[in-house]
């Protein structure tokens, strides 16, 4: 994206009301969290035998959803977690 793609996205920002700002972000974070799940299960296919890959999996979804108590994620839901990188 250059820097004129990048102000035009900014000004639609902008443009936005609160309920659809709100709505927008949701859509982008849920966006992200599936391409991080996407990550951990290309991940796992290539490290786990199927049996254990398929248990991690559904270990995770039990977590985010009895746990966390998120069956769509969301800003709020997630508000002040931080991507950790692995070994900083």
């Known amino acids: 994206m250059d820097e004129q793609q990048r102000r035009k996205v900014f000004q639609w920002v902008k443009s936005l ?6 709505s927008w972000m949701n859509f982008v974070h849920s966006r992200a969290y599936a391409k991080a ?5 290309e991940a796992m296919s290539i490290v786990l035998q ?4 398929a248990a991690v999996t559904s270990k995770a979804k039990e977590i985010r959803e009895s746990w966390d108590g998120m069956a769509e994620i969301t800003m709020e839901e997630t508000e002040g977690t931080e991507f950790k990188a692995v070994g900083v």
């Open 50 to 53: 199927p049996k254990q890959a």
């Open 37 to 41: 799940q996407q990550h951990y299960e």
């Open 17 to 22: 009301t609160n309920a659809k700002f709100w």
